[in-house]
Nanobody
Framework: QVQLVESGGGLVQAGGSLRLSCAAS????????MGWFRQAPGKEREIVAA????????YYTDSVKGRFTISRDNAKNTVYLQMNSLKPEDTAVYYC????????????????????WGQGTQVTVSS
């Protein structure tokens, strides 16, 4: 069992930045591939970014490429999402998720791939 707790959300003006953190506890963090998802009102939850167990392989959805960066610190059991040049359309609840893996370069981009989810943190970008 892994517990995930997100933090760092808030209200920011368009063009601003936020850094989300997701702290994990319960199991060896490096045994998990991690992902960030978001869900806007009335919309389905969607992948934002993902990383493999080491952070060496990453994925970004097209709408955030060049603006968001996913990273992880396995010594701190934490995954981050640095969000720059925020836009109103980035407004959503952001969730981190963990998938048990034991090696490999793979990241995962489907909701169904993930085993554990955090409670979410609200990000609101004003125009």
């Amino acid at each position: 069992q892994v517990q995930l707790v997100e933090s760092g959300g808030g209200l920011v003006q368009a063009g601003g930045s936020l850094r989300l953190s997701c702290a994990a506890s319960g199991r060896t963090f490096s045994n998990y591939a991690m992902g960030w998802f978001r869900q806007a009102p009335g919309k389905e939850r969607e992948i934002v970014a993902a990383t493999n167990w080491s952070g060496g392989s990453t994925y970004y959805t097209d709408s955030v490429k060049g603006r968001f960066t996913i990273s992880r610190d396995n010594a701190k059991n934490t995954v981050y999402l640095q969000m720059n040049s925020l836009k109103p359309e980035d407004t959503a609840v952001y969730y981190c998720a963990a998938k048990a893996v034991y090696s490999g370069t793979y990241y995962f981009i489907s909701l169904d791939d993930y085993d554990y989810w955090g409670q979410g943190t609200q990000v609101t970008v004003s125009s």
